[in-house]
């Protein structure tokens, strides 16, 4: 099967106690990326330096790395500036605060190479969560919750923390927007509605991720983020007038 050159973009702001798994987890790949493309988005603590400290072990595997600064706040606006400096056919994309699964660029490129997918996203597994919630997640409710979510819309949404797109869609599309709205940035949501106008998005689950669950660590938390995140999606959907409700 032919392997793609895939670049990874990864946003950061206030990582510094998480960021070095992420990292680290880039370097264990078993099929290395072509560059990895940091972009800190005005950190106030040490996750500039310590990505800076990881310049030697990337050269030594001989993978391109790249520290970026975008101070307009948003992951939108961090997106969108690796992306533009990604030169690589796939972009694949997580967050500071995700580890990923040792075959992750593999799996990628394996998916790529077997589809004609413009997009494809795949699965999340929690960490640092309290034993309901991640009970909720071992029975693959919040998956379930997803899958839903994408047959009312009537398009496959992409998750920021584990998903890759063709460089050739995402230039189509203009990239990432801005999406900020009632302090949530949906600018994976907002990409994916315009990508599948031009194409499929496809949901691998063979594509692993394990993510930092911070933002639900407890019930009202979880609700409270939840419903703030329900908010947003509908505030997207009405002012890009995508869902014929809100026509």
């Known amino acids: ?88 056919p796939i972009i694949a994309m997580t967050d500071a605060d995700s580890r990923l699964t040792s075959t992750w660029i593999e799996r990628i490129s394996a998916h790529f190479s077997s589809t004609s997918d413009i997009a494809v996203t795949g699965r999340l597994t929690l960490f640092d969560v309290p034993t309901l919630i991640l009970w909720i997640d071992k029975v693959h409710l919040f998956e ?55 194409g499929t998005i496809g949901f691998d689950p063979s594509i692993m991720v394990h993510t930092s669950a911070r933002a639900y660590a407890t019930i009202p938390l979880a609700l409270g983020t939840t419903i703030k995140r329900w908010k947003a999606i509908f505030h997207i959907l009405k002012a890009r007038k995508c869902w014929t409700y809100f026509k």
Not at 40 to 52: E, K, L, M, R, W
Not at 78 to 87: F, P, S, V, W, Y
Request: glycine residues 6%; aromatic residues 10%; proline residues 3%.
């Open 144 to 198: 379930f919750w997803e899958k839903m979510k994408n047959h009312v819309f009537g398009f496959t949404s992409l998750l920021g923390s584990n998903c890759a797109v063709r460089s050739s869609a995402l230039q189509k599309v203009g990239g990432f927007h801005n999406t900020l709205s009632f302090g949530m940035n949906l600018e994976d949501f907002e990409l994916a509605h315009r990508l599948s106008q031009f």
């Open 1 to 88: 099967m032919k392997t793609l050159n895939i670049s990874v973009v990864i946003p950061v702001k206030n990582e510094a106690d998480l960021i070095p798994d992420c990292l680290e987890s880039l370097l264990q790949q078993t099929m290395l990326p072509a560059e990895v493309i940091v972009v800190d988005n005005g950190s106030t603590d040490a996750s500039f330096v310590i990505a800076c400290s990881y310049i030697k072990k990337f050269k030594e595997k001989n993978i391109p790395f790249y520290i970026l600064q975008e101070m307009t706040p948003g992951t939108d606006n961090a997106r969108q500036k690796g992306c533009l400096r990604a030169k690589s």
